[in-house]
């Protein structure tokens, strides 16, 4: 995104996980004014206001939002299909929630639901359920506008 010209300044990563990246992209993501939201800071707020947060950032001055909603930000326990979700992850009630807030947003143009492998979802196929929620719920959210 930096490569195509979206300053750093707009762009906003939720529940990014503790020890799962590198400090080279720590490193990146501070040097080009990335806004991070850990998965600590996520325990002390609600995922409303940490998206209230989001938004503002992302769409400050005018801007279009796109949002890439990567399903391994939930715990390993609900996305066995997630092959880098990790334990301490959000609910899947909260990504839900997520969807939801983000296609009422006018200012969200598109949301791409990612980091899905179907093939190695469980039985029950409980990651790819969710994933069909999440269209579900950015759609009601859409028509909310």
């Known amino acids: 995104m930096i490569q195509a010209g979206l300053p750093g300044k707009n762009i906003v990563q939720i529940g990014i996980a503790d020890f799962a990246n590198s400090a080279e992209y720590s490193q990146r993501a501070k040097e080009n ?16 206001e940490v998206l209230k947060k989001a938004l503002e950032i992302a769409g400050a ?8 909603l ?13 092959p880098a979700a990790i ?37 029950d196929q409980r990651t790819v359920r969710l994933a069909a929620l999440l269209i579900l719920e950015a759609a009601a959210g859409f028509a909310t506008r």
């Open 87 to 123: 334990p301490g992850g959000i609910s899947a009630d909260e990504l839900r929630q997520a969807a939801l807030l983000l296609g009422a947003d006018k200012r969200v143009r598109a949301i791409d639901i990612t980091e899905i492998d179907a093939a190695s979802d469980s039985d």
């Open 33 to 48: 004014g990335i806004t991070v939201f850990s998965r600590a800071q996520l325990r002390e707020m609600t995922i409303t």
């Open 70 to 82: 990567d399903v391994d930000v939930c715990d390993r326990s609900v996305v066995p299909a997630c």
């Open 61 to 68: 001055d005018g801007r279009e939002i796109y949002v890439d």
